[in-house]
């Protein structure tokens, strides 16, 4: 058996990059009764079958795994947004990183198309949370170089609405990948889900893109829930805060002697990432133990 790397995955079939080449695989049965799901990202062992093919026998242990975008042992996790069409709800932002944070999965907010909009107050907002955030365009190349450089070694993986700008962005980043990128429809609002598949790119100095398909309002549902108790480690900037209010148990949502929101008040946290904890926290509270373990 040999070790390799799953760079995509299509309908049943893996291709997996091992030191003897790319050899395309299908998956042993095991998986399908295990229902361990073998992902983009994974490190796997293969059985070789001819010069090309094989089979996929084994996964090595993760270091983390998404359930939306599908992939699995990323470092960082790169959150697509836009003030042009189509604009980003914070709230969609705020999911994906505070899943991330949980997962031990750098968040990095990039905020494209500043040619058209510059989203100074989303991106404000990112920076006083202490996420990298950076302003990008593929139009005029703006940011390109610093969003190259925060990659960098890296395996990297782009998630965000559909229209957003990610497979443009790797473009920018890799012009030889020329990835088909969609247009917008500005009626709808939304892009037209041109990215069908996830797959992993390598650029210079080993740095590794896992472009993905975006989501459309609804499939953001697909996304994790947090563990209402874990939720308040899922926002960096609340970490100053924990542990100094009145009660232990302290949900910083209306309780009285809250360090959190006193913070709030003094606007050392921003009103927006606190309106999405909130949502989360509720969201997560009508979930019992049962769904979440059928829902992963
Ligand atoms: N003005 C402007 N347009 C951009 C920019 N980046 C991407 N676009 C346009 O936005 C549209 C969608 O870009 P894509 O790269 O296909 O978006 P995507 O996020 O990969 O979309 P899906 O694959 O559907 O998830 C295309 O028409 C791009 O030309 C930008 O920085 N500025
Ligand atoms: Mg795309
Ligand atoms: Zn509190």
Sequence with gaps: MIEG????????????????????CR????????????????????????????????????????????????DQIVIFASGATPVTDPF????????????????????????????DELYSIYISAGITSIQTSAITGEGIDKLHNWIKGKINVFTGNSGVGKSSILNALSPTLNLPTGTVSEKL??????????????????TMIIDTPGYSSLDADEIEF??????????????PYLGKCRFTDCAH??????????????????????????????QASSINKWDRNNMT
Aim: aromatic share 6%; with cysteine; glycine share 6%.
């Design 5 to 24: 790397l799953i760079i995509r995955s299509l309908s049943g079939f893996y291709d997996v990059d091992t030191e003897h080449g790319r050899k395309r």
């Design 92 to 119: 969609l932002v705020d999911r994906i990183a505070a899943i991330a944070e949980l997962k031990n999965c750098e968040p990095v907010i990039c905020i494209n198309k500043v040619d058209l909009n510059r989203a």
């Design 27 to 74: 998956a042993r049965g095991k998986f399908r009764i295990s229902k361990l799901n073998p992902l983009v990202g994974d490190r796997v062992l293969i059985e070789c079958v001819g010069r090309n093919e094989g089979y996929l026998m084994d996964i090595l242990p993760r270091s983390n795994c998404f359930k939306r975008p599908s992939v699995a042992n990323v």
């Design 226 to 239: 947090a563990q209402k108790s874990e939720l308040q480690s899922a926002f960096r900037e609340f970490s």
């Design 189 to 206: 609002g939304r892009g037209r889900h041109t990215t069908r598949h996830v797959e992993l790119y390598y650029l210079e100095h080993g």
């Design 253 to 282: 949502i209306k309780e009285s002697g809250c360090a959190v929101l006193a913070a709030l008040d003094a606007e050392h946290i921003c009103r927006s990432r606190h309106q999405s904890y909130v949502r989360l926290y509720v």
